[in-house]
């Protein structure tokens, strides 16, 4: 993926690993967001997430993880997956972060139980650290990114650049066909 931070931010040992659903695979999401990044595009300092890029983060693994941990990695999550039934998620409203102007899941239980499956498996594998786990599992994407190297200041839900945006953007849902399965 594009790296949209700074070069404070950028992963100093190469590529972290994340458990992803890619949402490119949704046609009517990808014209969801589209449609998005042209109302965002008149902000110097967002950049949209081009479609091939758009997903949902399960989680991720804040260090380098060698060969053979990858592949136990995939296997165990994939026995740990093994049993989720497909689920229908809501995406929407859009609303702006600290640094992203993100959508959200909903309804949230049914990706905070891949989140704890992905964590189970992810325990299970020597060598693989995980951040402590959060009191409450915040699923969401992300639209677009601040870019640092144009932007003033923080993106934050009462900055005046969002003033002029319609309502509409941030109140907006959308239905994802059911998921058939983690690949």
Known sequence: MKNFFDPQRIWPNGSYPHFLILLDRYPQY???A???AELLGHFGHLEAVPAQWLHITVQRVHHPAGAQQLEQLAAEARTELADV?????QLGPTWPGVTAITVAPYPE???AVLNRKVRAAAGRVEGIELRAEEKRFWPHTSLAYANPRQRQES???TDSCFANLPRSLFAAGFTLLSQKGLT
Request: glycine share 0%; charged share 30%.
């Open 109 to 111: 239980e049914p990706m």
């Open 85 to 89: 039934v497909p689920f229908e998620v």
């Open 34 to 36: 589209r449609q998005h």
């Open 155 to 157: 993106i934050d839900s």
């Open 30 to 32: 990808v014209e969801y």
